[in-house]
């Protein structure tokens, strides 16, 4: 009897809170950054399609624009290591912008971060565009760029 009557507070909690939504493009983008203030790169990974790619392009003041491809996979890992020393202050976004369509979906997102590394604390503005795809009815990333440029303080 207590076994049913747990079941039936179960059915009820579940029906009482509506149905699940399923997850939206814009909600994997922004997942993504929550993921990366956390450096929780094992949760970044699952988020990628096989076979995704990456490209960035890293601005300075001083030097010409930085312009970069590789797997997803080979960045998780390099990006990974190069942020150990790197603590978030914060990752803000100060825009969102989003294109779906049945089957594929773009979003980009303006934010800006900060942080310290090191001795040194910096800034970082950009935008990051997310070009996704359903596999198995679940959004997942086939392409991550970003845009961005880095300011040490």
Do not use: C
């Not at 990752?91 to 979906?105: M, V, W, Y």
């Not at 310290?116 to 800034?123: P, Q």
């Amino acid at each position: 009897m207590r076994a049913v009557r747990s079941i039936v507070v179960a059915v009820a909690f579940v029906l009482a809170a509506g149905p699940v939504l399923a997850e939206e493009p814009a909600d994997v983008a922004k997942r993504f950054l929550q993921l990366f203030e956390k450096k929780d790169f094992a949760a970044i990974r699952g988020l990628f399609a096989p076979g995704a790619v990456v490209s960035t392009v890293d601005l300075s003041r001083t030097e010409p624009p930085k312009v970069g491809q590789q797997a997803a996979g080979e960045w998780i890992d390099g990006i990974s290591k190069e942020l150990e020393p790197v603590a978030f202050n914060g990752i803000e976004i100060l825009e969102t912008s989003t294109l779906a369509f049945d089957q594929g979906a773009t979003v980009s997102i303006r934010f800006r971060s900060s942080g310290k590394a090191g001795e040194h604390t910096f800034t970082n503005e950009g935008i990051d565009t997310y070009s996704l795809t359903k596999v198995d009815d679940t959004w997942r990333i086939v392409r991550y760029g970003t845009f961005e440029r880095l300011e040490f303080q």
